[in-house]
């Protein structure tokens, strides 16, 4: 990628960086410009008077897109020295799913690095506590390394306790996980639990995604919309333990509305940090319980995953499918 007009990928990114363009201005725009066949070129070859009046922009926002400074240009060098992808809503490469289940709310632009084949694999995210019980946290992991182990991707944020206890164990079962950032792409630093995955690049199983400006740093709002943006690139949503309120509480009542389909752990005994728990699966949630080995049983939430939301009718006999890892040599 190079810095010309007729980039749609700069061009975008310019409008992110621009004043006074949100998300909301930003969709509309990019919206605009591929009802009209309109590319970057033909885009920034409108007048300063057309720009604003069809496309809403400032005055300012349009000198700022046209003539873009030195920070926001070096910026661009080194999301491409670090091998980033700008992947922009409408264009190729935008991953179809999250614009089917967010619709007009898609992200308008994300920033990608690692593995972006697995924007088509079959996905589950968690969501959980920070501060999750021990068996959270184990749960997490063994749902994770399980998933893994069945060929599909695992999506989470990147905050301590659940999220990173979920990349762990697809990692450490030899499976892929997608990391979806609260901030900008250039903050991202693989931590510890991706440094120690199988293999000398912490990226080869990994994709990391930001729909937020490339030096944004974390806010708290942000990591609510990260959320939703989770909820758009999943086949299912697991919440490991949730309080009453709060970011996982949200994401899933986000789940539920997006008709995502929504999984919720049932302890056998109360766990303090996951009071919400009963909220979500007396509120539609499929129950998550372990078998009497001590595994979790997600026969019926690979069967989601595999079809479409639509679970598989279970032989009789086969009603209390576990799955199990393999044996250890």
Request: hydrophobic share 40%.
């Amino acid at each position: 990628m190079t810095v010309t007009a007729d980039n749609i990928e700069f061009l975008a990114f310019c409008l992110q960086e621009a004043p006074g363009v949100g998300p909301a201005k930003l969709r509309t725009i990019l919206r605009r410009m591929e009802q009209e066949c309109c590319d970057a070129g033909h885009f920034l070859g409108h007048d300063d008077r057309v720009l604003q009046a069809c496309f809403g922009l400032k005055r300012e926002a349009v000198a700022f897109v046209r003539s873009p400074d030195e920070k926001v240009v070096e910026t661009w060098h080194v999301l491409q020295q670090k091998g980033v992808t700008v992947l922009v809503r409408g264009q190729s490469g935008y991953p179809d799913r999250i614009s089917k289940v967010l619709a007009e709310t898609a992200p308008p632009i994300l920033y990608v690095l690692g593995k972006t084949e697995l924007f088509q694999v079959r996905s589950v995210a968690f969501c959980g506590s920070r501060k999750a019980s021990d068996t959270g946290l184990k749960v997490a992991e063994d749902c994770s390394r399980l998933l893994a182990k069945e060929h599909i991707n695992v999506i989470s944020g990147y905050a301590h306790g659940v999220d990173l206890a979920a990349h762990k164990g697809a990692l450490e079962a030899g499976g892929t996980t997608t990391i979806v950032l609260a901030e900008g792409i250039l903050h991202f630093r693989a931590k510890e639990q991706l440094q120690d995955a199988p293999g000398d690049d912490p990226l080869a199983s990994v994709l990391v995604v930001s729909e937020f400006p490339p030096r944004l740093p974390w806010q708290a709002h942000n990591a609510m919309t990260r959320n939703r943006t989770i909820c758009g690139l999943s086949d299912a949503l697991v919440v490991i333990e949730s309080g009453l309120e709060g970011g996982t509480f949200e994401a899933g009542k986000t789940a539920r509305d997006l008709k995502v389909p929504l999984f919720c752990v049932e302890y056998a005994e109360a766990v303090p940090s996951a009071t919400g728990n009963s909220y979500f699966l007396e509120h539609g949630a499929i129950s998550l319980k372990r078998a009497g080995n001590g595994r979790s049983d997600l026969a019926k939430l690979i069967s989601v995953v595999r079809n479409g939301g639509v679970p598989i009718r279970l032989p009789d006999d086969q009603q209390e499918l576990i799955l199990r890892e393999e044996p250890k040599s």
